[in-house]
């Protein structure tokens, strides 16, 4: 069996990618109409920033880093109880398939390489935690750690916890109902920061969601740090989306740190999505074509009416948007002394502003 | 996309203008021009427009004020400084033969000694051309010198007894001891001047040299100074690490004592008066020894920001961003049922176990549907991958050949600068901003037709992109020239002409 060149592994980022996004900051601005600054996607903020600056990889031993979601709620919704719709995710991939379909994959992943590890977390409701770790030796004592049962066994204590834990009400809508993504992403992060820390031999992590329930707004903004910080260490977020809609949060991710988005159209051909998609690793993406969405949308939408603008007014102390002109504040309350305009001067008055 | 022209000639300017005639001088034109050498981008901007006639060279750079700030400020030069190796222990040449020490004095080495030596330097003022010439005084200066290093002291105090211009260099130095007993005065007494252990050397071993002070005598008897090396040493760090003081360039003796004076004389006039300096340290001194938590809380009057939840507005986010993205899968309404939280629990346990007992399918996927998957994703591979490149970094720009990508930009930066000068010249109350208006509508519609040119020269695979690049250039374009003519509309139905003659 060849084994791979070990003496160089976890080489950093490479200098031409470095150099080269700083030869497009110098050189040329990009094409967009002049921008708001946009205050809560803070992706637009240089607008000749590359998303994700590509590292090179020498080898393709990876640690996959996988968030299963968890949530009782979205899972449960297709086991029947209440008037779900017979094409809700759930009722054509119970939990248990969908487990049958994420082991096999995880085992898949180990056997790419033998030096490949995976670690599993749960996104709970009211908690998170780490299920697996292939890297943790066999509890059974055998040759072969039995991934499967030990997962299962972890899953449980999982679940067991994470309902003691809840404190919620008794019955609660489906579609309200958000898993901890904030939470394990940050658990991953810092396993990740971990192996990054034990010496320059390691495995090239990535982090791989598998995502169920809808977004939760209230975790946006812990959202976006761990999204931030995974750009920064360079670790490329995947998602897998299994849920009812498109998740804004996942697709940001992807786009930012480099990673694939995908939203499986055929649910009961989901391991074949994950072999073909996300078993893929690091160094080989450089030459295969991975599906991508068509684009994300950055553009904010103003505080007033709640539409996507991309020219408007901009408060100077709290940052928020509006798309006409305001004499007060409605979030933080200042009064504006600008004397409001004529309409001649509106379209001058707006240029003015957004050239800021 | 251009509305109709209405009656639009130059108006003549009245000779009272606003046509500022500026006079630049030549290095500021110089400074320009190196400017505009260095960047290829700006050069060109640069041709086209103020060559063209379309811009004014002081509207040009009006508005890279900063670019040609910076610059003025690069070209002062570093000063050298004095040499840390003591130039001015000046060594002689002895000449056994005939018993001549012969001192060599290079003007570097006389504005050290003038910058080290206040003394010397005072003396050299009075003394010279009065009393006696240069040659004499430097002769004069040897001699003390030579004295010193011989450390004899009952001849140097008979020579100073001699001649008392002599004298003056055996003193000690007056002039130095009154600057050190005012920097002693003006010490901050809020300094921390405690010393720990850390900053004990002496007492490390094999370290320093206890000084012994019974070995030293005092020569009551003369005056003469006793300088030794270490006091030398220390006035040479003290003057080196002060910088030099003049930029003066190093030639005739006598303008070097002078100017060298001259900057003595403003330093000390600087400084404030001594009762200003001792109020500063009093006050200085009741801050450090004020004990905060006897004084009242200092609260600064400010405003205190009260934000609205945030919540609110990144619910309304998640709902667009979902729009956004539009429904792929218009069918799977999200028809919200509610559940009760035991029951959704147990669900999930009862999956887990079944999983348990069943263990894992085999086989994992069906064969058909495993097919379907693999063919559906190939099928969105291969239509997106023509639209939208490999790379989802890649832009789309780098995928145009080079000579479109350059022309794109360069329009681009033509139109921003042009939209620039013509944004701030509104609203028009001068003939000279209605004229510059005209040129710079001119000037666009020009750029209007290159862009379109562009679009139609390009070829069929980059058609769509370029017109998508394309398409917010000539929004901006539209959006001036809409501005341009509702301006001239509502000039139109005010009907009167105006004062500063506009056409009607």
């Known amino acids: 069996m060849a084994f791979q ?46 998303s994700a600056p590509s590292k090179l990889y020498s080898d393709d031993v990876s640690l996959v880093v996988v968030l299963l979601d968890t949530n009782p709620f979205f899972w449960a919704a297709g086991a029947g109880g209440g008037n779900t719709s017979p094409h809700h995710p759930a009722a054509t991939l119970p939990f248990a398939k969908f487990l049958n379909h994420v082991i096999p994959f995880l085992n898949s992943v180990l056997l790419l390489n033998q030096l490949n590890q995976v670690v599993l977390i749960a996104t709970g409701v009211n908690s998170c935690g780490y299920i697996y770790d292939s890297a943790g030796g066999g509890s059974h004592g055998g040759n072969v750690p039995a991934v499967c049962s030990e997962i299962l066994r972890r899953l449980e204590e999982f679940v067991a916890k994470d309902r003691r834990l809840g404190k919620g009400p008794d019955r609660v809508v489906v579609g309200g109902v958000s898993s901890l993504l904030s939470g394990s992403l940050s658990l991953a992060l810092c396993y990740i ?22 977004d939760g707004p209230e975790q946006y903004v812990a959202v976006m740090n761990a999204i931030f910080s995974a750009q920064r260490s360079m670790v490329p977020i995947d998602s897998c989306v299994i849920g009812v809609q498109h998740s804004a949060f996942l697709q940001q991710a992807s786009y930012i740190t480099g990673g694939v988005y995908l939203k499986p159209q055929q649910l009961d051909g989901l391991f074949q999505y994950l072999a073909a998609v996300f078993a893929t690793d690091l160094q080989s993406r450089n030459f295969l074509q991975l599906p991508k969405p ?18 408007g007014y901009v408060c100077s102390v709290c940052l928020s948007i509006f798309c006409k002109h305001h004499k007060k504040c409605s979030t933080c309350g200042s009064e504006f002394n600008q004397s409001p305009p004529d309409a001649s001067a509106t379209s001058d008055r707006k240029r003015k502003v957004s050239e800021v | ?336 049922c509610s559940l009760s939280t035991e029951e959704a629990y147990i669900y999930l346990m009862e999956q887990i176990s079944e999983v348990k007992v069943r263990g894992l399918n085999n086989p994992v996927v069906q064969p058909e549907a495993a097919l379907k998957v693999l063919n559906g994703l190939n099928q969105y591979l291969s239509s997106t991958k023509y639209h939208l490149g490999k790379n989802p970094q890649e832009s789309v720009l780098d995928r145009l050949p080079n000579r479109t990508k350059d022309e794109l930009m360069h329009h681009w930066t033509s139109i921003q600068e042009l939209l620039r000068h013509f944004w701030s ?79 009607q």
């Open chain 2, 425 to 503: 010249s509104y609203p028009i109350t001068t003939t000279y901003l209605y004229n510059k208006v005209l040129r710079l509508k001119d000037a666009m519609t020009q750029i209007y037709h290159k862009l379109q040119e562009t679009k139609e020269s390009v070829q069929s695979d980059f058609r769509h992109q370029v017109s998508r690049l394309v398409q917010p250039m000539l929004q901006a374009l539209d959006a001036a020239f809409a501005h341009y003519d509702t301006e001239q509309q509502k000039q139109y139905n005010k009907g009167v002409s105006k004062p500063n003659g506009f056409v």
């Open chain 2, 1 to 336: 996309m251009m509305s109709s022209k209405q009656n639009e000639q130059p108006v003549p300017e009245k000779p009272a203008a606003t046509m500022h005639g500026e006079q630049l001088s030549t290095t500021e034109m110089e400074h320009r021009m190196k400017l505009l050498r260095e960047d290829s981008e700006l050069q060109k901007l640069h041709k086209q427009f103020v060559i063209g006639g379309v811009l004014t060279e002081s509207e040009f750079w009006a508005t890279r004020k900063s670019l040609l700030d910076d610059d003025a400020q690069r070209t002062s030069k570093q000063q050298a400084g004095f040499k840390s190796a003591m130039l001015a222990d000046v060594r002689p040449s002895t000449d056994g033969r005939t018993n001549k020490v012969t001192f060599s004095l290079t003007p570097e080495i006389i504005h050290q000694i003038f910058a080290e030596k206040p003394a010397v330097h005072w003396a050299f003022l009075n003394f010279v051309p009065s009393k006696m010439t240069e040659k004499d005084f430097w002769t004069k200066y040897c001699r003390a010198e030579y004295l010193h290093r011989t450390k004899n002291s009952v001849v140097a105090a008979a020579e100073a007894a001699e001649d008392e211009e002599l004298a003056v260099f055996l003193k000690n130095d007056d002039i130095l001891a009154n600057e050190a007993r005012r920097k002693i005065r003006r010490v901050d007494p809020t300094l921390d001047m405690e010393a720990d252990l850390g900053d004990d050397y002496i007492h490390l071993p094999d370290h320093g040299i206890l000084r012994d002070g019974s070995k030293e005598t005092v020569d009551a008897e003369n005056d003469i100074a006793r300088r030794t090396l270490s006091q030398d040493l220390n006035r040479h760090a003290a003057v080196v690490l002060e910088g030099r003081a003049l930029d003066v360039e190093l030639g005739d003796t006598r303008t070097v004592a002078e100017a060298l004076a001259r900057s003595k004389q403003a330093e000390s006039s600087a400084e404030t008066s001594d009762e200003k300096t001792n109020q500063e340290r009093l006050k200085r001194v009741s801050r450090m020894t004020e004990i905060e938590d006897l004084q009242a809380p200092h609260s600064l009057p400010y405003a205190p920001l009260c934000i609205k939840d945030p919540r609110e507005y990144f619910d309304s986010q998640q709902a667009n961003a979902l729009k956004a993205l539009g429904d792929t899968d218009a069918r799977i309404k999200p028809i919200d």
């Open chain 1, 5 to 50: 060149d070990t003496q160089k592994r976890g080489i950093g980022p490479g200098l031409d990618s470095n150099s080269h996004s700083r030869k497009e900051n110098r050189l040329t601005p990009r094409l967009t109409p002049l921008p708001l600054p946009l205050p809560q996607s803070f992706l637009r903020l240089s607008p000749a920033m590359n």
């Open chain 1, 193 to 214: 920061q971990r192996v990054f820390r034990s010496g320059a031999l390691h495995p090239q992590p990535r982090i791989l969601c598998l995502q169920a329930s809808p």
């Open chain 1, 294 to 311: 068509a684009g994300v949308d950055f553009r904010a939408s103003c505080f007033c009416h709640k539409k996507t603008i991309d020219m």
